[in-house]
T-cell receptor, first 118, second 114 residues
Framework: EAGVAQSPRYKIIEKRQSVAFWCNPI?????LYWYQQILGQGPKLLIQ????????DSQLPKDRFSAERLKGVDSTLKIQPAKLEDSAVYLC????????????????FGPGTRLTVL | AQKITQTQPGMFVQEKEAVTLDCTYD???????LFWYKQPSSGEMIFLIY??????QNATEGRYSLNFQKARKSANLVISASQLGDSAMYFC???????????FGKGTLLTVNP
């Protein structure tokens, strides 16, 4: 079974430029997550989708970050314009269980995109 | 709100020995899950083990076991017979409640010495 795919793996941009990351979850997984991991810290959830609907985007800086999952499969996260403090690894994860089902399902992560903003 | 605390920034262990990585948590949700992930220098988060709050027995997966003490709100990871490839960051995480987002600790950097 193929894992979570992400691209690109690395990206270097200058501040005020825009950037987009792509994620393809494990086939059949209803829930998709984007996390931001700043160096030396644990990942922090940015946005959570169930199918193509947003479940939680409370920690997404909506003035510059946007994300979509139009067909309920792959997803794109965009930053426009980027700031120096956006330098981080952006991790995509997916899980099988939709919201509402009892229990907590395991999230499987992709390899991440390492973003450097100069 | 959920909170995960990992108090060991770094740990060292000799190859073939066992090591325990500490994790304490705080939540008001009656139903939750506790996870451990491994993050090598390549950056990918690798799922290791899961413990549900209602599970009666401690979880085990190969060389990994989770020492779950509910009253103490602790979920320590035990790695037996350490290998050089175990050198990595290890994150404890919690999920559950009204949504399924994971709350992560700050991680512990494990170094296995030959």
């Amino acid at each position: 079974e193929a894992g979570v795919a992400q691209s690109p793996r690395y990206k270097i941009i200058e501040k005020r430029q825009s950037v987009a990351f792509w994620c393809n979850p494990i086939s059949g997984h209803a829930t998709l997550y984007w996390y931001q991991q700043i160096l030396g810290q644990g990942p922090k959830l940015l946005i959570q989708f169930q199918n193509n609907g947003v479940v939680d985007d409370s920690q997404l800086p909506k003035d510059r970050f946007s994300a979509e999952r139009l067909k309920g499969v792959d997803s794109t996260l965009k930053i426009q314009p980027a700031k120096l403090e956006d330098s981080a690894v952006y991790l995509c994860a997916s899980s099988l269980v939709p919201i509402g089902q009892v229990g907590t399902d395991t999230q499987y992560f992709g390899p991440g995109t390492r973003l450097t903003v100069l | 709100a959920q909170k995960i605390t990992q108090t060991q920034p770094g740990m060292f262990v000799q190859e073939k020995e066992a090591v325990t990585l500490d994790c304490t948590y705080d939540t008001s949700d009656p139903s939750y899950g506790l996870f451990w992930y491994k993050q090598p220098s390549s950056g990918e988060m690798i799922f290791l083990i899961y413990q549900g709050s209602y599970d009666q027995q401690n979880a085990t997966e190969g060389r990994y076991s989770l020492n779950f003490q509910k009253a103490r709100k602790s979920a320590n990871l035990v790695i037996s017979a350490s290998q050089l490839g175990d050198s990595a960051m290890y994150f404890c995480a919690m999920g559950g409640g009204s949504n399924y987002k994971l709350t992560f600790g700050k991680g512990t950097l494990l170094t296995v010495n030959p």
